[in-house]
């Protein structure tokens, strides 16, 4: 019954734009830690920006800061995460998660996460 559903990837050029979707359903996405990772071909998985749902912490990946964002819409429960200036390095699949209870720092680390989307794929070449 927990379901994520990513949409918006697709392929664009260096210094371009996407916005990424994540829907919600089965559970209050508001009520739970959740974020955006991604995985590059022979690469481990990384957080991208992930928001902690005690205290509304974000956390943004020093190689997204200032051209990322994250949001969410309560209302829709959904979350978004809105990329700039995208870099060819940007290239992967992107994945929505979400975790009802996340131990320290593990919020904005994939092993602290519960449930998984199956991910979007970006990719950034001219």
């Known amino acids: 019954q927990v379901q994520l559903v990513e949409s918006g990837g697709g392929l664009v050029q260096p210094g371009g734009f996407l916005r990424l979707s994540c829907v919600a359903s089965g559970f209050t996405l508001n009520w739970y830690n959740i974020g955006w990772f991604r995985q590059a071909p022979g690469k481990d998985r990384e957080a991208v920006s992930c928001?902690?749902?005690?205290?509304?912490?974000?956390y943004y990946a020093d190689s997204v800061k200032d051209r990322f964002l994250i949001s969410k819409d309560n209302a829709k429960n959904t979350l978004y995460l809105q990329m700039d200036r995208l870099k060819p390095e940007d290239t992967a699949v992107y994945y929505c998660?979400?975790?009802?209870?996340?131990?320290?720092?593990?919020?904005?680390?994939?092993?602290?996460?519960?449930?998984w989307g199956k991910g979007t794929l970006v990719t950034v070449s001219s």
């Open positions: 998660a979400a975790a009802e209870q996340s131990i320290g720092s593990s919020w904005y680390h994939d092993y602290g996460m519960e449930y």
């Open positions: 928001i902690k749902s005690s205290d509304g912490r974000i």
